[in-house]
């Protein structure tokens, strides 16, 4: 996928640009839900235009972005600009942060597609804090050649990377992605 030519219209998909209120409500919730109750470090991997870094900064949090597309980077700084956000262009598998800790890693539908997703969760995992958590949104696309990652097989990888491990499912919330869909869709909080 050519994710700076996706960049331009990325944000039309009601799940991507939350601008639906019903849309973004659904996810601002959830957000309140799974990130750390107190304003802390938030890294976002994979964050496209920024749409959940928004959510994340409205509830105080310091956001840094990391997107692989230079066009989806410049979008989430353009949307959350004079906010206590920060966009790097950079893999999402090895963040280009050296040297820095946060509360929470949020990645939303981007661990499915890395080609070696147990190596990433094990990265992540040493970029938190003590008593940080990992915030993961993935799932199940498609039926006729489907794509993405099993709640059961993300949470084998994280067993032995997490004490405590919650699975929520996603797919029966059509708020969350302005349709009904049929998919297997969940979010994983998991705490080290």
Known sequence: MDWDRAAADFDDEPDHGLRDPLVRGAWAARMGEWLPPRPGDVLDLGCGTGSLSLLAAERGHRVTGVDLSPAMVAL???????????FLVG?????????????????????????????ALRH????LRPGGRLVLVEGVWGTTSPVGIPAERLTALLAPLARDVRVERLSDDARLWGKEVDDERYAVVAVP
């Open 76 to 86: 989430a700084r353009a949307k959350l600009s004079g906010r206590d956000a920060v």
């Open 124 to 127: 992540w995992r040493g970029l």
């Open 91 to 119: 893999d999402a598998a090895a963040p280009p942060v050296p040297d820095r800790l946060f509360d929470a890693v949020l990645v939303r539908h981007v661990l499915w597609a890395l080609p070696d997703p147990g190596r």
